[in-house]
């Protein structure tokens, strides 16, 4: 696609339940990021997958949060047992994957767990 | 690890003036990149400016220019003829490349006076 797209855009969901933010990277890019960002804070990185690499996992917060890339191409972000800290926004980057690449975001997933 | 700071939480300026948003980072790496993203309420997070740090010339766009002082580690933003649009928060972000994605600050709220 033309962009980096994120869905849902926003979600609602009550504490325990588990959600799913997906993400579709722009055509023919390898890498791909998912970033956190809590209210008034910067981006905190959550999880990086280069190509068919296995993925580095080292911002995941918790054994809650999974990611997963299938075909190299659209990602799937997990938060299992939603707690109201997970409120955030969750977003998404991709860049073609080499050293010092532009690396394009989507708009974003607006998660409110109440 | 890499670490990013923006030392102003807000800056407000006059429209049509200039305003210099501040940031500087601590890195041991010699080769790394740098960026400006903009993010407007639309959450979207959109490249302003980038700067490669063998490159000796400050990076231009437009109404946008840094002033990258690699000896003291800074990264400042300067906008010119501040425009309504301008209204953002403003991230510094670092990049060595490779896995560990970008590094943030936490960000200048940019405020535009009519």
């Known amino acids: 696609g033309a962009g980096v797209s994120q869905s849902p855009s926003n979600k609602v969901t009550e504490k325990g339940k588990d959600v799913e933010l997906r993400c579709d990277p722009i055509s023919g890019h390898t890498a791909l990021y998912w970033y956190r960002q809590s209210l008034g804070q910067g981006l905190e990185f959550l999880i990086y997958f280069q190509g068919n690499s296995a993925p580095d996992k080292s911002g995941l917060p918790s054994d809650r949060f999974s990611a997963e890339r299938t075909g190299g191409s659209v990602s799937t972000l997990t938060i299992q047992r939603t707690q109201q800290e997970d409120s955030a926004v969750y977003l998404c980057?991709?860049?073609?994957?080499?050293?010092?690449?532009?690396?394009?975001f989507g708009e974003g997933s607006w998660l409110t767990v109440v | 690890a890499q670490t990013v700071t923006q030392s102003q939480p807000e800056m407000s300026v006059q429209e049509a003036e200039t305003v210099t948003l501040s940031c500087t980072y601590d890195?041991?790496?010699?080769?790394?990149?740098l960026f400006w993203y903009k993010q407007p309420p639309s959450r979207q997070m959109i490249l302003v400016i980038r700067q490669e740090a063998y490159k000796q010339q400050n990076a231009t766009e437009n109404r946008f220019s840094v002033n990258f002082q690699k000896a003291a580690k800074s990264f400042s933003l300067k906008i010119s003829d501040s425009q309504l649009g301008d209204a953002a928060m403003y991230f510094c972000?670092?990049?060595?490349?490779?896995?560990?994605?970008?590094?943030f600050g936490k960000g200048t709220h940019l405020i535009i006076q009519p």
């Open positions: 890195t041991s790496e010699s080769d790394y990149y």
């Open positions: 980057a991709s860049t073609l994957g080499l050293e010092g690449n532009t690396i394009y």
């Open positions: 972000a670092y990049s060595g490349g490779g896995a560990d994605g970008l590094t």
